[in-house]
């Protein structure tokens, strides 16, 4: 039941999301003026500086997930169709997994083509070379970013000032996770790869997603009843 | 309570003269010198504003829960002294380490997240101030999520590399500094106490002037 | 079924979060030496940063105690233009 509950709420979201890909094309080209405002500014005599591809990874996943999460659940807003989903007969939390797979799938979607366009940009391509490190490093901190983001989101529908307030209860929460996404992506870029350091900070990326998607699930639905 | 209120707000009063005493009186710190004094209030400071992020949360999760609205009161005040004793730890941290370190700030983990949590529970304040009706359960959320992230302040010390004294200083205190140091925290812990008090006081009135809004409007 | 939910949740991640803590290289200062008084060339320069950082605290402290008096007042003040105004009920 929830499973199959959070399924459906995914598949309608996409089925509403297929017709224009609105969402979807915004993004990922928000994401690369992005990236490339970054190339713009942080690079120095054609090299970019330090860590930067790292960093630069990270700002543009964390801010195309911001607009993101904003447009997907404006959508919601404005036909009031999360009202209706709320008196469905269905567990919250379940809802909620459902809104939270739909948003990792598009950031994965954007993060697709940011590692590779931030590879090339920024001579960064040594992060392939552990690509199952780095996989997980993205893994752990989309989930984390995520799962705070689409609780948060959720929770200003209904809420005025919206659109400023995401990212000023957002960012302090998620910045944990962008630290260790960026220390260790950095971790991988060094010469040679720093594999134990990189281990270590998926380590903590995950208890973190244990400990976010926990305390998301369990104040979802307190949350969303007023 | 508020028959303790007197009575806390004098003791509170008295130990906070005293500290200062106190601390002039404790021993200069061989590699600091003068500037370690600082030592005495800063740590105070953030120990208070730990003990309020828990009262936060804690107020937060039965607000949230059991839709309690003294709790939330209450969420709402350990909020805004949080942000208070934050303050002052920030503050006196960089005047510290601007002698000890030659720097105003250091991006190593424990500054950087002390940081993060006080802006944590000010955008906690912003959304209550900002976010229109239901406003109250947003910012117990923020405040839950905001103690959760507390535990990861106190181990970062531990985990990266850093120029910030370790949290081992504390315990291996001698009592010569010990002394006034738990004393400081008393003081602090004291008045962290008294103006919670103050706060709570505060959103009580103004229920009450809510109460009578809606009866006037009948 | 919730409980059990939750220690699955705490028993993860304590072991997931058990590779953060074999990585720990300290440099920070351990432990706070004592000392009677200052080498000479010590003495002065810091005293303007203790003092201001004890002034702030003070300062701080009394700043929020005004700002909520003031607060206190208006809430007062609207409580008695309600009560004079329907004094009939």
């Known amino acids: ?226 | 309570m508020r028959k303790a209120f007197g009575p806390i707000a004098v003791l509170a009063g008295v130990m906070l003269v005293g500290a200062p005493i106190m601390v002039a009186r404790a021993p200069y710190e061989s590699t600091m010198g003068l500037v370690q004094k600082i030592f005495y209030f800063h740590v105070p400071s953030w120990f208070a504003m730990f003990t309020a992020i828990g009262v936060c949360g804690g107020a937060s999760l039965v607000h949230l829960f059991r839709n309690n609205p003294r709790a939330d009161r209450i969420a709402e005040a350990a909020g805004e002294v949080a942000v208070l004793f934050g303050l002052m730890g920030l503050v006196t941290g960089p005047l510290w380490g601007r002698k000890a370190w030659g720097v105003w700030w250091q991006w190593d983990a424990k500054l950087t997240i002390a940081l993060l949590l006080e802006m944590t529970f000010i955008s906690g304040i912003l959304v209550r101030k900002y976010g229109g009706p239901g406003s109250d359960k947003l910012a117990a959320a923020v405040g839950i999520f905001g103690l959760a992230v507390t535990p990861f302040v106190y181990e970062a010390v531990n985990i990266w590399r850093t120029i910030h004294p370790l949290t081992s200083v504390v315990p291996t205190l001698p009592a010569s500094m010990g002394a006034p140091f738990w004393f400081c925290v008393a003081a602090f812990m004291l008045l962290m106490v008294l103006l919670l008090m103050v706060r709570v006081n505060l959103g009580k009135r103004q229920a009450a002037l809510d109460e009578l809004y809606l009866a006037y409007e009948d | ?89």
């Open chain 3, 1 to 89: 079924m919730r409980l059990g939910r939750l220690l699955i949740a705490l028993t993860s991640f304590v072991l997931v979060s058990l590779p953060a803590f074999a990585l720990q290289p300290p440099t920070g200062q351990s432990e706070f030496v004592p000392v009677e008084s200052l080498p000479p060339g010590d003495q002065l320069p810091a005293a303007p940063l203790l003092v201001t950082a004890y002034a702030f605290v003070w300062i701080a402290v009394v700043v929020y105690l005004w700002s909520i008096w003031r607060r206190l007042n208006k809430v007062e003040d609207e409580m008695r233009a309600l009560a004079q105004k329907a004094p009939r009920r």
């Open chain 1, 1 to 226: 039941m929830f499973f199959r509950t959070a399924w459906l709420v995914l598949r309608k979201d996409v089925a509403i999301e297929a017709k224009s890909w609105e969402v979807v094309t915004t993004t990922l080209f928000f994401a690369v003026s992005c990236v490339l405002i970054f190339a713009f500014a942080l690079v120095k005599d054609g090299r970019a500086v330090g860590d930067a591809a790292a960093g630069i990874l990270w700002i543009a996943i964390s801010f195309s997930g911001t607009l993101a999460l904003g447009r997907t659940f404006e959508r919601e807003r404005y036909a009031e169709t999360l009202r209706a989903l709320l008196l469905a007969p269905a567990p919250r939390a379940a809802l909620y997994t459902g809104k939270l797979m739909g948003m990792l799938a598009l950031l994965g979607l954007a993060e697709l083509l940011l590692v590779p366009l931030v590879a090339l940009l920024f001579q960064a391509s040594a992060m392939f070379s552990r690509p199952l490190l780095l996989a997980g490093l993205l893994a752990g901190g989309t989930v984390g970013f995520c799962a705070v983001g689409t609780l948060f989101a959720a929770m200003l529908v209904r809420a005025r000032s919206r659109d400023v307030l995401l990212p000023i209860l957002l960012y302090p929460i998620i910045i944990p996770v962008i630290i260790a996404g960026v220390r260790g992506t950095a971790a991988l870029l060094s010469a040679p790869p720093d594999e134990p350091t990189a281990i270590m900070w998926i380590g903590v990326l995950t208890a973190f997603d244990i400990v976010f998607v926990t305390l998301a699930l369990w104040t979802f639905e307190p949350l969303m009843t007023e």
